[in-house]
Structure formats: structure tokens, C-alpha cells
């Protein structure tokens, strides 16, 4: 069974650093592109980054453009998110998530269109 496995969550003091990781088992996702995801407290999940299956595309919401690093390792079947400059506002849990359409040219940023997700991990900053 297929199954997409976050790590590298945890408490981070306001400017900090955390890097995420991704690991897919059970099949591989290297032709699928791939995604992050958040959900703070009493909000919807919303739309972090995304990444071509080739890893040289991707796509970021604005709120996290220019601090945010999407990456990706097929031959590991991983997908990374480095934060950097990180924020209060930045605390939520984290979800990996696979859209499962293979060789896919658009990077969906509405979370209907992936169809694997993780367990989300837990990140949280500090002021």
C-alpha cells in the first residue's frame, strides 16, 4: 500500500530554519508531481508549493515566495521543503500530498486534485 510519510517538523524560534522531508513508499511518485500543504487552527488547508515530476519547475503561494524551497529526489522517492525566515504565522501542521496523474504539466494548487496524502507533521514557530 502506498503511503507518503512526513518528517523533520518540530518548534522553531521566529527567523528560523526547518526542513521538511517527504518519503513515498509502496510505489513510486518519481512521474507524479508532487505537493505541500498546511492547516493552522480553525483555518481551511491551504496551498504551500508544488513540484514538476522532472523537479525543475515549481510553484509557491505567495505568502511563502522567496523564504520557502521546494526540492525533490526521485531516486530516493523524496520531496523536501526548506523553510527559511520562518514566522509565527507559519505554524500549522504540514502535509505531503501526490497527484497521482502521471507525466502531469499543471501544478494544481487546490488540495481536491491530489489524491495521496501523509499524516502531516507539526510545525510551529515561536515569537
Known amino acids: 500500500q502506498a503511503q507518503l510519510v512526513e518528517s523533520g517538523g518540530g518548534l522553531v524560534q521566529a527567523g528560523g530554519s526547518l526542513r521538511l522531508s517527504c518519503v513515498g513508499s509502496?510505489?513510486?511518485?518519481?512521474?507524479?508531481?508532487m505537493a505541500w500543504f498546511r492547516q493552522a487552527p480553525g483555518q481551511e488547508r491551504e496551498f504551500v508549493s508544488a513540484i514538476n515530476w522532472t523537479g525543475d519547475k515549481s510553484s509557491y503561494a505567495d505568502s511563502v515566495q522567496g523564504r520557502f524551497t521546494i526540492s525533490r529526489d526521485n531516486a530516493k522517492n523524496t520531496v523536501y521543503l526548506q523553510m527559511n525566515g520562518l514566522k509565527p504565522e507559519d505554524t500549522a501542521i504540514y502535509y505531503c500530498a501526490a497527484d497521482l496523474r502521471q507525466y502531469s504539466l499543471t501544478m494544481y494548487e487546490s488540495d481536491q486534485e491530489y489524491h495521496y496524502w501523509g499524516q502531516g507533521i507539526q510545525v510551529t514557530v515561536s515569537t
Open positions: 509502496g510505489r513510486t511518485f518519481s512521474s507524479n508531481i
